[in-house]
């Protein structure tokens, strides 16, 4: 799919694996972190820009600004949006973590090629485009130029079959694909199947964007009814999508059975090859001091709609602090209203704005040396949410939640298994 749209992009009837394209590109994202006066990043300001109506600034990395540097590049990015006519813009307090707002407000369409400075741009892929991010000087470029290039990959498929058990969720997929299949360095990573059609647009979204950590180029997803019901909600937008020829030749090809799956967690500093059961690591009695429930991957609705589920009437273990981040204002909104917020902050949880802060390790959530956190956001490398002595285990937000509550890495399923699996979903 994602060759499809490469060719559709570059003016080229077909493409193939190691050609290198030039494209123009339907729409490219700029986060916050792009407008910090460095090197790397945007030293001078820009002058002219070739397609204003196809940028969008969405600030989300440092939100609200927690250092004057962080508020001097918010400052850029505002004025530059305003000199230079950017049609998209969230600055903060009305939008969220760049990557949700680009699936909540279909800034990005099926068959289109979206570019972004942020590595989980693949997260677009849910929705049929091919997303990547690039890097700071990239993404310059690009604005500045209205093109860029890429060289074609070469495509391994995922075919999902059966149904997720009762208290899985789209992270214990990934996890599962990470430990058994490991790095796809090198690839486009494709998902077709019947199983794929079980799993909701959240499940979907989380997968897709944490494919990134299995160092995948781009991410695609069919355009089936449920994301072509979605996209039509609120665009009239003219768009293409792609599908996957019946005799497309794939670099490899791998079925996961999504009845195999089980709660899971990645162990400190990796995930391919890293994962093991919940269940496993659960009678290790692994002490955690931080829980994080967030990001771009597990910031959903559907996330504190799980963790609010488990902790309700409960209360948080003495010794952790269990930090909750809404993917978006949206997200957060609605989390109010369902009454989830509330019964987090009852239990002893702190709902934070919406931000990459505790996940980037950049602000509100930074670990100290020593500690250890379970999350259910991107990334557990070492030095990823702070101090480079602390451990990252991570996992789904059923099992953060469940985590918080005892203090120790916890399998999630008796939890689980005490509510309704009207409830558990």
């Known amino acids: 799919m994602a060759h499809k749209v490469l060719a559709a992009h570059s003016g080229e009837r077909t493409v193939t694996p190691g050609q290198l394209v030039v494209t123009e590109v339907d729409l490219v994202v700029m986060a916050d972190s792009v407008f910090y006066k460095a090197a790397e990043r945007l030293p001078d300001d820009l002058l002219k820009v070739a397609h204003p109506e196809r940028v969008a600034v969405l600030l989300d990395h440092a939100v609200p600004a927690p250092t004057v540097k962080a508020a001097t590049a918010h400052k850029r990015a505002r004025e530059h949006t305003e000199r230079l006519g950017f049609k998209y813009f969230s600055d903060v307090g009305r939008g969220g973590i760049e990557h949700q707002i680009i699936l909540e407000q279909r800034l990005a369409l099926p068959g289109q090629l979206i570019a972004c400075n942020d590595s989980h741009t693949s997260a677009a892929g849910v929705l049929n485009s091919a997303a990547r ?3 700071m000087a990239d993404i310059v470029q690009l604005v500045c130029t209205g093109r860029t290039w890429y060289k074609v990959s070469p ?9 997720l058990p009762y208290g899985t969720y789209g992270k214990d997929v990934f996890l599962y694909i990470a430990q058994n299949f490991g790095s796809q360095e090198g690839h486009d990573v494709e998902f ?7 799993l909701s647009l959240d499940d979907r979204a989380t997968l897709s964007t944490m494919c990134t950590e299995l160092n995948a180029n781009f991410v695609m997803m069919p355009a089936d ?3 072509l019901d979605y996209v039509s909600t609120v665009t009239d937008r003219p768009y293409t999508p792609v599908s996957s020829d ?6 490899a090809v791998h079925t996961v ?10 162990l400190p500093d990796a995930m391919n090859g890293n994962v093991r059961s919940a269940a496993e690591v659960g009678d290790q009695r692994v002490r955690v001091d931080q829980a994080f429930v967030g990001s771009c991957a597990n910031g959903k609705l559907s996330d504190i709609k799980i963790a609010a589920d488990i902790v309700r009437g409960r209360r948080i273990a003495d010794h952790v602090r269990f930090l909750v981040t809404p993917a978006s204002q949206s997200v957060y909104l609605e989390a109010v209203k369902a009454g989830y917020v509330a019964t987090l902050v009852e239990a002893g949880a702190l709902v934070t704005t919406s931000t990459c802060g505790a996940c980037s390790g950049g602000h509100m959530g930074v670990l100290g040396p020593g500690e250890t956190c379970i999350t259910s956001s991107t990334r557990n490398y070492r030095g990823r949410m702070g101090s ?7 996992g789904s937000s059923a099992t953060v939640a469940a985590s918080a509550l005892t203090g120790y890495v916890t399998d999630p399923m008796p939890y689980l298994e005490a509510l309704s699996p009207a409830v558990a979903r």
């Open 246 to 251: 019946p005799d497309a030749e794939y670099a």
């Open 225 to 227: 009814q449920l994301i």
């Open 192 to 198: 077709a199947g019947d199983g794929l059609a079980t």
């Open 257 to 266: 059975d999504l009845g195999q799956v089980r709660p899971s967690v990645a």
């Open 133 to 135: 991010g690039l890097g």
């Open 155 to 163: 495509t391994v498929l995922f075919r999902l079959e059966g149904r």
């Open 388 to 394: 480079a002595d602390a451990r990252i285990y991570m």
